[in-house]
């Protein structure tokens, strides 16, 4: 399905419309007190996740990989959800992005059900590793879902180029991925996922294999595109100042079965920089991460 | 002591064939020593250890050529006639050659199509895997004749008969090839493509083809040889006039042993150079799908 032409470039969005944070729903199983927050809505809600359960039939018998999940996310959010692996983070953003179909519950994208928002391409998907594809060149890697989608050539080329200007990699539009680095091919696959204009991101560990500079550098790239396109960002992590640093809010998950425990509002202003780590503000919000992780975490396995 | 770059790179292959020849020429020496020594006998003429030596490697019907025979042979075979003499090896290798690309093309098309036809449909593998793989169970030495024959029968004669067996060889390596090679790409590529809402047909023409294409080229080259050997061999139950498998038959049927060494190397530089051609367009390929130099 091809979107119109003349879509606002990302620089153009900046400014349209105000971060805010949106009210939460929580329904969860954990003995955690549940959060409700004031709600200033002036955005339409992106993502409303509605009593989801998904259970996975394996070899073992019964995993619960998600439990009764309620969360509702306002446009513009930046949205993390951290957990201990198989709290089901990953599986919650599948089920949004409706690569995977949940046994019970609703998911409503921009007011679509999650299917008709795949089908519209209503998000850009980036995952762990970049899976670029090996024998296309980092333009054309770009140009993919343009191809698919539909778009005129020169649209096709002037979008790659706005795109990799966004992620910094220009003059690197004839290299083929092998000859990037792991950080620039990760850049270049968040290139990919906006390139058709999506309002949605979701990002499934994107800098995990990256190593500790590189990811703080990336981390500070993702914010000012946050900041410039202004869009929606689903964001899961392992890591808690990761969270904490890019964050709105922070959704604390625990597994066996899979659910939100806390919910943490996280407001930095948009422009924050790596210094706000040792404030402590930030300490503390940490600190809430850590026991909200704790609590959900048995450690006597 | 430095040794120079070429000799470092040539010297293993270069003693392997050394040896090959040493023992290719005693073993032509003691196969066709009891030849030579009974025709030296039947003609009660005195001979020394020279001579007998000397008339194993330039008999004119031995148990086993010595290579020189065979070499000067093949030459003789390739330059010394017209190509479009019938004693001509080029005007033979020339025969089964057509039908070989002839059969390679169709076998390579068929095992793409039954690949493609596998790999998008579940109810197709289940049903058409079992009789791919039969069909290679059976030896193609008992189905040529078969083939040669019902064929002839309904006016097929000539290239396509011959083909149609190299095809019925050569396309069971491109099928199981090209299955793998559809059903490669790494699953993160095909969640991709579905949260862009591909089509199955353009995750078929940007996600699956490229992946398969390494595979494509691993299973042509296999396809191409046996190709060739389809059409060898096909020519021999007919008692074709003209081909390699023509040439073979008639050196066996007149104990042209020369003929048939000389038939069977012309055989092999056919199949060195398809291979060849393979590897080339290989390597073109992949320098244009971005593979590292």
Known sequence: MPRPAGLIGPEGLAGLRDPLVEPVRMNSTADVEPHIYQSTVTRPVAVDVSKVSLTFDTADGKVEALSNVDLQIGGGEFVSFIGPSGCGKTTLLRVIADLQQPSSGTVTVNGMSAEQARLGRNYGYVFQAPALFPWRSIEANLKLPLEL?????????????????????????????????????????????????????????????????????????????????RKTVLFVTHSIPEAVFLSTRIVVMSPRPGRITDVIDCNFPRDRTLEIRETPEFMAIAQRVRTGLRAGHSYDE | ?????????????????????????????????????????????????????EGTMSAERPLLPAPHQVVGAFIDGVFGYAPTAPRSLVYHSVVTLSATLLGFALGALLGIVLALAIVHSRVLERSLMPWIICSQMVPILALAPIFIVVLGAIGLQGLLPKSIISAYLSFFPVTIGMVKGFT????????????????????????????????????LKVAITISLIGAIVAELPTGAEAGIGARLLAGSYYGQTIQIWSALVAAAVLASGLIAIVSYAERKVAQRMGARA
Do not use: C
């Not at chain 1, 910094?168 to 696959?189: A, D």
């Not at chain 2, 862009?196 to 080229?217: D, E, G, H, I, M």
């Open chain 1, 149 to 229: 989608m539909g778009f005129s050539p020169t649209e096709q080329k002037q979008r790659a180029a706005r795109y990799l200007e966004l992620v910094n990699l220009i003059g690197f539009e004839r290299k083929f991925p092998w000859q990037l680095s792991g950080g620039m091919q990760q850049r270049v696959s968040i290139a990919r996922a906006l390139s058709f204009d999506p309002e949605l991101l979701l990002m499934d560990e994107p800098f995990g294999a990256l190593d500790e500079i590189v990811r703080d550098h990336l981390n500070e790239q993702l914010l000012q595109l946050w900041a410039k396109t």
């Open chain 2, 184 to 219: 490669s790409p790494d699953p993160m590529q095909m969640d991709l493509m579905r949260t862009w809402s591909a089509t199955s047909r353009q995750v078929l023409s940007k996600l699956r083809w490229p992946w398969a294409v390494p595979y494509l080229f691993a299973s």
């Open chain 2, 1 to 53: 002591m430095r040794t120079h770059p070429l000799v470092t790179r040539n010297a293993p292959v270069v003693t392997i064939v050394a040896v090959l020849i040493v023992v290719w020429y005693v073993g032509a020496v003691l196969m066709n020593l009891s030849l030579v020594r009974g025709g030296f006998e039947r003609e009660e003429s005195p001979y020394t250890t020279m001579e007998l030596l």
